[in-house]
């Protein structure tokens, strides 16, 4: 109901008595006050004068379902959503969601992460209201050799997602998207299930939109930044989080009907960042340096080693550095 009435609200930019919200929506008058409040208690400013009514001044920057369903178009991913003020990590409590069944494309959205996770055990900086801290609950009916794959997809959604709103991004394989030349988003897949079948994968997405400098720790200021930072513009949250979430669907049902993504490993590869560099890789307690000459259609980055030999890289157990720093 109180979607219903911010609809009308929203569809009479003039103001609406409480009359005609309740003779439109067939509930009495007590509660269409009751649901008034409702929508200002969530941060939508909405005008009440005595004899004229109600009218709809300023919407809240909030990730909320009410707040994106004006721009999602997809049939099931971001359908459901749980929106939190707070918690400590949108992909532990996604995971607490699939472990009840939740079903696919069911998403976990926090407006602040207190204890936000990168891989390996890693921290990520999630201020509140500053970024989109993110996750989805899928249940791909796929090999687990083949979940690595939703990250390259995410990865190119993410990619579309910024060409959308008119900014250039690039994927540094296997799970960082840049922005000139700095980090703005991080994906954290993880899964849960057996040798040989998935039970649900969490997909976790953390885009930095709107910080400042100062909303950075000092150590990351050299290698992160903010769409807002290196756009030089506020960036529209909601907008931004439902065109992520509607090209991931197009590119993962893709994905899951013909089994490859091959448009998805094929964006990803036209936006690489390190194609052609020599970078460092980890693995385990090993480094070793290569060049990078491809990404392959499996999603792993083909490498060429020093002694001439070539090896494919899978994205669970590697990181990868450049020559110098974090990306040259
Ligand atoms: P990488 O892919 O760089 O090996 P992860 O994907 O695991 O690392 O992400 C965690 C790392 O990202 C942290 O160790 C930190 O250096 C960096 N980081 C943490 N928060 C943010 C953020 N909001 N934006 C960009 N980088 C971040």
């Keep these: 109901m109180k979607n219903k009435i911010l609809a009308y609200l929203q569809e009479n930019q003039e103001f609406v008595s409480g009359e005609a919200i309740s003779n439109r929506l067939g509930i009495s008058r007590a509660a ?12 939508y400013v909405i005008d009440a004068y005595p004899r004229k009514g109600y009218r709809l001044k300023e919407k809240p920057d909030i990730l909320t379902a009410q707040a994106l369903e004006e721009y999602i178009t997809t049939k099931r991913i971001g359908r459901i959503i749980y929106h939190y003020e707070a918690i400590p990590s949108t992909n532990h409590q996604a995971k607490i969601h699939a472990t009840e069944d939740a079903p696919e494309g069911t998403v976990v959205i926090s ?7 990168g891989r390996l055990g ?8 500053k970024g989109i801290w993110m996750s989805i ?3 791909p009916k796929i090999e687990p050799a083949l979940v690595p794959k939703i990250t390259q997809i995410a990865a190119a959604a993410m990619i579309l997602a910024g060409q959308a709103m008119g900014f250039s991004f690039k994927v540094k394989w296997p799970n960082d998207i840049i922005y000139n030349e700095k980090k703005i988003c991080g994906i954290l897949t993880e899964m849960s299930g057996e040798m040989n079948r998935v039970y649900d994968v969490v997909l976790g997405i953390g885009v930095n939109v709107n910080q400042t400098l100062e909303d950075f720790p000092e150590d990351l200021r050299e290698k992160a930044s903010s769409i807002y930072m290196e756009a030089g513009l506020k960036i529209n949250r909601q907008k931004l989080c439902a065109n992520i979430l509607n090209a991931f669907e197009r590119l993962y049902d893709d994905f899951l009907t013909e089994g490859v993504g091959e448009e998805a490993i094929a964006i990803c590869k036209e936006h690489s960042i390190l194609i052609g560099k020599r ?3 980890t693995k385990g307690d090993t480094v070793f340096m290569a060049h990078v000459e491809d990404l392959n259609e499996q999603g792993e980055l083909i490498v060429k080693k020093e002694d001439g030999t070539f090896e494919s890289l899978i994205s669970g157990e590697v990181s990868v550095r450049g020559e110098k720093g974090y990306l040259i």
Aim: charged share 30%; no cysteine; aromatic share 10%.
């Design 122 to 129: 890693r921290k990520w900086e999630s201020p509140s209201r």
């Design 137 to 139: 609950v899928l249940r």
């Design 111 to 117: 407006e602040v992460q207190t204890a936000g996770k």
């Design 279 to 281: 970078i460092f890789i």
């Design 32 to 43: 269409v006050w009751k649901h008034i409040n409702g929508l200002k208690e969530s941060g």
